[in-house]
């Protein structure tokens, strides 16, 4: 049974910084393209970064570039998300999963709250 566990979150004030973690098991985290994703309140969930399988490529999107970094422990089972220069507009529940998601899968989130 696949388990998507998140962890890390907190809140922090603008310009701040947070490492957020994902635990992964009943898969091989290695074999799958991952990525993170966030909802804010009252929006649709959106992607935030991906890393694929093999060579570990990784993808953002404008919202993030530069400021979050995705990586991947495989031996551990465990994917990371380095988030930088932190926005009020980053304000979210964040997500890990598959890319693309598995619908069945969502974990409960981490809670990352930007705020002075």
């Known amino acids: 049974q696949v388990q998507l566990v998140e962890s890390g979150g907190g809140s922090v004030q603008p310009g701040g910084s947070l490492t957020l973690s994902c635990a992964s098991s009943?898969?091989?985290?290695?074999?799958?393209?991952v990525g993170w994703w966030r909802q804010a309140p009252g929006k649709e969930r959106e992607g935030v970064s991906c890393?694929?399988?093999?060579?570990?490529?990784?993808y953002y999107p404008d919202s993030v570039k530069g400021r979050f970094t995705i990586s991947r422990d495989n031996a551990k089972g465990t994917m990371y998300l380095e988030m930088s220069s932190l926005k009020p507009e980053d304000t979210a529940v964040y997500y890990c999963?598959?890319?693309?998601?598995?619908?069945?899968?969502w974990g409960q989130g981490t809670q990352v709250t930007v705020s002075s």
């Open positions: 999963n598959a890319d693309p998601p598995w619908s069945n899968s």
């Open positions: 009943g898969f091989t985290l290695a074999h799958y393209t």
């Open positions: 890393i694929s399988r093999g060579d570990d490529s990784t």
